[in-house]
């Protein structure tokens, strides 16, 4: 199993920064791709961006240009630097970590407990 832990989370005025830090534990070596979504109420998740083991990195249009992903070099930590933050960026955010599953043969999903992020304007 992969445990994600979220921190950085807070309050935040509009056009601050927050950065967001993961870090994954336990069966970590079949780690690819993590990534982080957030989560509005009554809204479903959605993806804000992810990085694969390689270092390429996908966003989503409405992050684009204000927040840059990154992992450490250990590919353990994962990272979410946002910048120029609008009140409709306040979710619940949460890390994901894509692995490989040698009991079901296919990929798997893990997820943190989710981080708070508000913007107030």
């Known amino acids: 199993q992969v445990r994600l832990v979220e921190s950085g989370g807070g309050l935040v005025q509009a056009g601050g920064s927050l950065r967001l830090s993961c870090a994954a534990s336990?069966?970590?070596?079949?780690?690819?791709?993590m990534g982080w979504y957030r989560q509005a109420p009554g809204k479903q998740r959605e993806l804000v961006a992810s990085?694969?083991?390689?270092?390429?990195?996908a966003y989503a249009d409405s992050a684009k240009g204000r927040f840059t992903i990154s992992r450490d070099n250990a590919k353990t930590t994962t990272y979410l630097q946002m910048n120029s933050l609008k009140p409709e960026d306040t979710a619940v955010y949460y890390c994901?970590?894509?692995?490989?599953?040698?009991?079901?043969?296919?990929?798997?999903?893990?997820w943190g407990q989710g981080i708070q992020v508000t913007v107030s304007s």
């Open positions: 994901n970590a894509e692995s490989y599953s040698t009991a079901i043969m296919g990929r798997v999903a893990s």
């Open positions: 336990g069966s970590i070596f079949g780690i690819n791709t």
């Open positions: 990085i694969t083991r390689g270092g390429s990195a």
